[in-house]
């Protein structure tokens, strides 16, 4: 009782195949010992073949077997360049998200293999899914090597099973070089280590994560120098760009205490930044020239996958349109359905035809002058570009991760030390002083507030203002002063107040200038208008503050109106 052991790709008894259909359909004739037996041969036969790397399991697209029963690559030229077109867009971004986002950028689409159905076999295309790429890049067959056991079953307790992932030292078997792969062992393994490095910046250990689109150069490999642990990102808005910050605060949640350390970032950033340029400067001229062979190589290789598809559609035109001419016209059923498959497939010739010539014009295989002009630069201005507000914050950090490792940050009351690890080994520090708070940011300069203090000797608030404005001296956010921020600079600042000021001169208040004078406040207020009486005005308001009266003070007449005078 022998038959061909088949298995699915991950080694996962399934009772459905040929030889456990046959178990299943001989229990009414043999013993459950016997049944037990069998299943265990059965079993036994099929580990035996999977050790060897003979077992026969379903293939991923991209894998056939040739007529010799062995496995090699899909001799269709579009499933193999698809397949090859997403490994080398994943080793130059880094994340399924962005091989996700290039193909659909570039407009094509990726091969999928129908696993049952009346169509079992046969590859379809459809746009690119990101559960695609991360099976594919999960998937050692691609990198030739023979697998069994990747997966176990398990029972739940409510009757329902599941499969779990084993390590790979439980894998039953593991066998290099097996057959042809798209990429080799060590890339295999080189994706799947930055595919977890990117899935730890959502775990316990957060570790480096992909490049992001925020500001934070450093975010990811940033480290707090009192615990040791990773340290997040805020983000928060000063003028019209936003400024990260970084926290380290992971026992502060768990524990309700404070965070361990909080670090402005965006002064450490530009200095880490010049650290980085520094270091790569001399090696401009060769990143220009490997940037525009990457840049034309990628178009190139998405032009033959588009070329690819029209390819595809025109010979199912012509199958189509010999099938139509092989009928008898007699037969005008057959020749009825034959005609609308061939109109069908004409149509999609068109459609697929009309996509590439688009597709040509969108994205040509020929730098554009811009494009040309920013890889010069390269040699000549790299500062330039590192800065440029136009380079997004991604390509950034993206050059940061290929020469940083980690960047370990401590802080002081006044300084900020930065220890930063090289990726060949070197080790640099930085001290820079710690960033002013956003309120030390807004303080009116100290030379607006001298200037305000002299002027408060003969001036109101309203007319300093004035003069600030003539002079063009702003506040500390860059607005023009008005009565109300004098006022404001006067209280934050504890400057004497100018009624503070005439009053240690020797000036006196209303009600005291009045009885001094013997005359009600009225009186004084009329003779001070009149110009009988002197004094200078404190505020906006118009009130006064007078010079105590001398030897001869005015007087009123006796019967007479009160702005009248007699000696005294």
Not at 19 to 41: C, I, P, T, W
Not at 513 to 529: C, D, E, P, Q
Request: charge should be positive.
């Amino acid at each position: 009782m022998t038959g061909t052991l088949i298995c699915d790709e991950d080694g996962l008894y399934d009772p459905r195949d040929f030889n456990d259909r046959l178990v299943l359909g001989m229990k009414g004739q043999l013993s459950e010992y016997e049944l037990h037996f069998l299943r265990a041969r059965l079993r036994g036969g099929q580990l035996s073949a999977a050790r060897r790397g003979e077992l026969i399991m379903p293939l991923p697209v991209g894998l056939v077997y040739d007529a010799a029963g062995h496995v090699i690559l899909d001799p269709d030229t579009a499933i193999a360049g698809a397949l090859r077109h997403l490994f080398t867009t994943f080793e130059a971004t880094g994340s399924a998200t962005a091989v996700v986002k290039a193909f659909r950028a570039a407009g094509l689409s990726f091969p999928w293999r129908h696993l049952k159905g009346p169509r079992k076999g046969e590859v379809d295309w459809q746009p690119l899914r990101h559960h695609a790429v991360l099976r594919v890049l999960h998937n050692p067959r691609y990198a030739g090597v023979f697998t069994y056991g990747r997966r176990r079953d398990q029972m739940l307790p409510g009757g329902k099973r599941t499969s779990i992932k084993l390590p790979r030292d439980q894998w039953t078997s593991f066998i290099p070089g097996a057959h042809p792969g798209y990429i080799t062992l060590g890339q295999y393994e080189a994706n799947i280590a930055k595919l977890a490095a990117n899935a730890a910046a959502h775990g316990r250990d957060r570790a480096a994560g992909p490049p992001r689109e925020g500001t934070a150069l450093l975010q990811g490999i940033i480290i707090c120098g009192r615990c040791g642990n990773r340290m997040t990102v805020r983000y928060h808005t000063r003028g019209s760009g936003q400024v990260p910050t970084y926290a380290c605060q992971r026992d502060g949640i768990e524990n309700a205490r404070p965070s361990c350390a909080v670090i402005p970032g965006h002064t450490l950033d530009e200095r880490v930044g010049q650290l980085l340029i520094a270091t790569l400067t001399p090696l401009a001229a060769e990143a220009a020239l490997q940037v525009s062979a990457e840049l034309r190589q990628r178009a190139d290789e998405a032009d033959a996958l588009r070329a690819a598809h029209v390819e595809r559609a025109r010979y199912h035109a012509d199958l189509a349109r010999r099938r139509y001419l092989a009928v008898d016209p007699a037969n005008r059923l057959v020749a009825g359905t034959l005609e609308a498959d061939w109109n069908t497939a004409l149509r999609a010739l068109n459609d697929a035809q009309a996509a590439y010539d688009k597709a040509r014009e969108q994205h040509t295989g020929q730098l554009t002058h811009a494009q040309k002009d920013r890889i010069a630069q390269l040699v000549t201005d790299l500062p330039g570009i590192w800065n440029d507000p136009a380079t997004p914050a991604r390509e950034r950090k993206r050059i940061a991760r290929l020469l940083l490792t980690d960047v370990t940050v401590t802080r002081t009351a006044s300084t900020i030390t930065a220890h930063v690890r090289l990726s060949g080994g070197q080790t640099s520090t930085l001290t820079l002083p710690m960033p002013k708070r956003a309120w030390e940011l807004r303080q009116t300069p100290r030379a607006t507030i001298a200037e305000i203090d002299q002027l408060l000797d003969n001036h109101t608030c309203a007319e300093i203002a004035g003069i600030l404005r003539r002079r063009g001296l702003p506040n500390g956010v860059g607005r023009p002063f008005t009565p109300v921020m004098v006022q404001r600079v006067i209280r934050t600042y504890q400057l004497r107040s100018r009624r503070q000021r005439l009053l240690d001169a020797g000036l006196i208040p209303l009600i005291q200038m009045a009885a001094r004078l013997g005359v009600s406040t009225a009186t004084v207020k009329h003779w001070y208008h009149a110009g009988i009486v002197s004094g200078q005005r404190y505020n906006d308001k118009g009130e006064v503050l007078y010079h105590p009266p001398g030897p001869n003070p005015p007087v009123l007449h006796q019967g007479r109106r009160h702005d009248t005078l007699r000696p005294a």
